[in-house]
């Protein structure tokens, strides 16, 4: 069976500074994508980051960058430089169907 | 407009009516998804199409929920005899390529958040 687990529900950051969110995911399948999702409180999810199964470098956009261990399957979100306007949801994801439960992230001045 | 459009974006109803979501994907997208995103939770998947044909619909919680997308464009999300634990978020999103692709990324809605009294 196809899973994503978040086990942080909140997470706060000092603003300038990085943060780290967890992301674990259990599959059989040797090709598949995972991605990370930012959810503010508008409610559209914004895509952020791509990595697929048989990229061997982790994949970076900006101030984001995905740590990918495959052989622990976990997929982890980095933010560096910490914004205020990061402020949000973030899910992380499989495939096209399957989504964690979120990180919520607050950024502190 | 450029991005994915969902209405209503809140709508009330009273157990037992029947309602109706819409959603009208990015132009020229091919694939469209339905999720159900309970508060505090995921979005979970209900279904997809790939233009006009609805390839997996095994995310439908009960035969009470109905999805549509005639022409291969707008799509509309139906749930008759509404109860209560129907109260959620309804996000639709949409994919240039043909769905289920493990490297393409979604495109969200705002999404319509259904309550249900």
């Known amino acids: 069976a196809q899973k994503i687990t978040q086990t942080q529900p909140g997470m706060f950051v000092q603003e300038k500074e990085a943060v780290t969110l967890d992301c674990t995911y259990d599959t059989s399948d040797q090709s598949y994508g995972l991605f990370w999702y930012k959810q503010p409180s508008s409610g559209e999810m914004i895509f952020l980051i791509y990595q697929g199964s048989y990229d061997e470098q982790n994949a970076t956009e900006g101030r984001y960058s995905l740590n990918f261990q495959k052989a622990r399957k976990s997929a982890n979100l980095v933010i560096s430089a910490s914004q205020l306007g990061d402020s949000a949801m973030y899910f992380c994801a499989m495939n096209q169907f399957y989504f964690g439960t979120g990180t919520s992230l607050t950024v502190i001045p | 407009g450029a991005g994915v459009s969902q209405s209503p974006r809140y709508k009330v109803a009273k157990r037992g009516q029947d309602v109706a979501l819409r959603c009208d994907p990015i132009?020229?997208?091919?694939?469209l998804f339905w999720y159900q995103q309970a508060l505090g939770q995921g979005p979970e998947f209900l279904t997809y199409f790939q233009n006009e044909a609805q390839l997996d619909k095994s995310g439908l919680p009960s035969d009470r929920f109905f999805a549509e997308r005639p022409e291969g464009s707008v799509s509309t999300l139906k749930i008759q005899r509404t109860q209560q634990e129907d109260s959620a978020v309804y996000l639709c999103?949409?994919?240039?390529?043909?769905?289920?692709?493990?490297?393409?990324?979604?495109?969200f809605g705002s999404g319509t958040q259904l309550s249900v009294l």
């Open positions: 132009s020229g997208h091919v694939s």
């Open positions: 999103a949409s994919s240039p390529g043909q769905g289920g692709q493990t490297n393409e990324k979604l495109f």
